[in-house]
C-alpha cells in the first residue's frame, strides 16, 4: 500500500435494533478493521449477516431504532458521532463515494444521465460555467468508461450494466478518498460482473488528485467479484467478522482459516459445491459464543463460550498443515 495510514479505520462498530416489546437485533457486533489507500476490503459473508447495515451505519443512514457503538475513524472524524448536516455536506459524496446496490434507485428516473452528473458536479466541487460543468460531467462518464453517446438517455433507457456505470460516475465526482461498494455487482451477468469489479479496482489503483490513491470497501456476496479485485477480505457472519485474511491466500493456499470461511468456498460451483449445513441464527436470537457452532463440524463443547478475539474468531481455526482442511 502507498501508506500506512488508513483512509478508514473500524474499531468495536456494533449495530443494534430496538424492536417493540424492548427486544434488540444484534445486527454488527464488534466489527473491527482498516482499509488503507490503494487498498480494496471484500466484506463477504450470506445474505443478512449485517454487511449493508455496517455500511448504512458508515453513511449515516440507518433508522431511528438503531443504536451504535465503537468508532468508525475517515481520517479525524467519527463517522458514527457525526451530525447529519457534516454526512450530508461533508461525507456523502465527498470523503465516501457511494456506488449502490441498485443504482435505478439512485438515479432520477425523469433526468438524463448528463443532467444528473452535471448536478453532482455543481455540488461536490468549485466547477461553474456551463461549459465548464459539461465538459466536468463528460469526463466523470469517461472514468466510468460510461458512453458519451449514452450521456443524454433517461435511467430507463439504460441496461443494467450502463446504470451501473452511471452510478459509478456519479461516485466518482467528488474524487472521495473511499469508495464503499455495496453490492454493485447484484443482478449482472458475469461478462457485467468482471467489467465492473474491475472498474471499480482501476479507480482504486488511480492515485486521484491527492496522489494517495482510494480506498475502495466491497460489500458482497459475489466471491468470483472479491477474488477478482481484492487485497484483503473480511467474512462476516451473523454479525461478526469471523475472519480478516490476505485475499491471496484466502482464495488460494493455504485458504480460509474459519470453518464458516471453508463453507464459504467450498459451496461455489467451480469448487466442491457443497452447501453449508442448517441455516444461519436469526440476529435477534444469536445462541451463546460462536453463532456458527451449530453448522460446524468441528464444534466442540468449547464453542458455547466466545470465541478469541484475533484475525479468526474460532476455537478450532484450520492451520495450513491441516490434513482435514
Not at 457534516?86 to 428516473?109: C, D, E, K, N
Not at 481484492?230 to 491471496?248: H, K, N, P, Q, S
Not at 449445513?277 to 445462541?287: A, I, K, Q, R, S
Amino acid at each position: 500500500m502507498e501508506s500506512m495510514t488508513p483512509v478508514l479505520s473500524v474499531r468495536g462498530l456494533s449495530v443494534r435494533f430496538l424492536m417493540p416489546g424492548g427486544r434488540r437485533v444484534a445486527a454488527v457486533t464488534d466489527a473491527c478493521f482498516d482499509v488503507a489507500p490503494g487498498e480494496c476490503l471484500a466484506l463477504i459473508g450470506e445474505s443478512g449477516c449485517g454487511k449493508s447495515v455496517l455500511a448504512s451505519a458508515l453513511l449515516g443512514l440507518l433508522p431511528g431504532n438503531a443504536q451504535t457503538a465503537g468508532s468508525a475513524l475517515l481520517g479525524d472524524l467519527d463517522l458514527l458521532t457525526a451530525g447529519e448536516r457534516t454526512l450530508a455536506r461533508t461525507v456523502r459524496g465527498r470523503l465516501i463515494g457511494l456506488v449502490p446496490q441498485s443504482p435505478a434507485a439512485h438515479l432520477t428516473p425523469v433526468r438524463t444521465v448528463r443532467s444528473q452528473l452535471e448536478e453532482t458536479v455543481a455540488a461536490l466541487t468549485a466547477t461553474r460555467g456551463r461549459a465548464a460543468l459539461r465538459a466536468a460531467a463528460e469526463a466523470a462518464a469517461e472514468r466510468a468508461a460510461f458512453p458519451a453517446d449514452h450521456l443524454d438517455r433517461h435511467p430507463h433507457q439504460l441496461s443494467g450494466g450502463l446504470a451501473q456505470r452511471a452510478a459509478t460516475a456519479l461516485a466518482l465526482v467528488g474524487d472521495a478518498p473511499l469508495l464503499l461498494a455495496d453490492e454493485p455487482t447484484t443482478g449482472l451477468d458475469r461478462d457485467l460482473v468482471d467489467r465492473t469489479a474491475d472498474e471499480l479496482r482501476r479507480h482504486v489503483d488511480d492515485p486521484g488528485q491527492g496522489g494517495r490513491g482510494r480506498a475502495l470497501l466491497m460489500i458482497t456476496h459475489d466471491l468470483a467479484a472479491a477474488e477478482r479485485i481484492a487485497d484483503r477480505v473480511a467474512v462476516m457472519y451473523a454479525g461478526r467478522i469471523v475472519e480478516l485474511a490476505d485475499a491471496a491466500a484466502f482464495f488460494g493456499s493455504p485458504g480460509p482459516r474459519h470453518p464458516y470461511s471453508r463453507g464459504l468456498l467450498q459451496a461455489l460451483p467451480d469448487r466442491a459445491f457443497t452447501p453449508i449445513p442448517g441455516m444461519p441464527p436469526e440476529l435477534g436470537d444469536l445462541p451463546a459464543g460462536c453463532a456458527f457452532a451449530a453448522r460446524c463440524l468441528r464444534a466442540t463443547a468449547t464453542c458455547a463460550t466466545e470465541p478469541p478475539a484475533g484475525t479468526v474468531a474460532c476455537h478450532h481455526p484450520h492451520v495450513p498443515e491441516d490434513v482435514r482442511a
